[in-house]
């Protein structure tokens, strides 16, 4: 079975429960960021891109399941939010360049995204980033293929020139009382200060 395979049956189950909850470090860490446009990678059935366009963000959210984003625009019906969507393999889809003010990566740890994600930030734009961190291992539930385990140094790697207004790497209590570790990072791509860079026409 294929990983859309696998997310389409999770979600078609007939015993899913979507979440309404969404990430307590995307709710804190955006709380006072300017609405723009944001992109929800892997968004599943929603929780977070649903919070975000309810914030007055202008979201589209993107995930490989058809199944997970049809519970993602049933939320938004319910929630009375737009939301866009768009059914693609991240391994191949276009973030495009400098036209995002926010990009989510959110239980999803794929590092090899992470120069798209670069180029497709404005200038001032942000990355956030919160999954499972490696040290989930020691925790009795949850995932324990590397794969799926977020290393810091794959956010170094990838971020380490850019300002981290908030970045957190330990455990903490979730609502359901379960403990979790997980790396949680909002990155900034620094401000255009160069004329030259800008879309500007210029004086002469
Ligand atoms: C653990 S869920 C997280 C969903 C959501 N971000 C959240 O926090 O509720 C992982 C999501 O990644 C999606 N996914 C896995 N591989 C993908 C890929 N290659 N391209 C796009 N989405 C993918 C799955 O369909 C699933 O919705």
Redesign the pocket.
């Known amino acids: 079975m294929d990983?859309?395979q696998?997310?389409?049956q999770?979600?078609g189950d007939t015993d899913y429960e979507p979440?309404s909850e969404?990430?307590p470090f995307l709710t804190e860490a955006t709380a006072t960021l300017t609405p723009g446009t944001a992109l929800?990678?892997?968004?599943?059935?929603?929780?977070?891109?649903v919070w975000l366009a309810r914030a007055s963000w202008s979201v589209t959210a993107?995930?490989?399941?058809a199944k997970?984003l049809e519970w993602c625009q049933r939320y938004a019906r319910e929630e009375g939010v737009t939301i866009n969507t768009i059914e693609?393999?991240?391994?191949s889809?276009d973030l495009g360049h400098q036209q995002w003010d926010l990009i989510?990566?959110?239980?999803?740890n794929?590092p090899a995204l992470f120069p798209s994600v670069r180029q497709s930030l404005r200038p001032g734009g942000h990355f956030l980033f919160?999954t499972f961190s490696v040290g989930q291992r020691r925790q009795k539930w949850g995932p324990s293929n590397a794969a799926?385990l977020a290393r810091r140094q794959d956010l170094e790697d990838g971020f380490g020139d850019w300002p981290w207004p908030r970045f957190g790497d330990d455990d903490y209590a979730r609502s359901d009382g379960r403990i979790e570790s997980s790396l949680r990072l909002l990155a900034t791509n620094p401000p255009n200060t160069n004329p030259a860079d800008t879309d500007r026409p210029s004086s002469d």
Do not use: E, Q
Not at 40 to 49: F, I, K, M, S, Y
Not at 88 to 91: E, F, G, I, P, T
Not at 104 to 108: D, H, S
């Open positions: 990983v859309r696998k997310w389409d999770r979600y979440s969404p990430s929800c990678l892997a968004a599943g059935d929603g929780r977070n891109a993107v995930d490989i399941s997970g693609a393999d991240l391994a889809f989510t990566m959110i239980f999803f794929d919160h799926f």
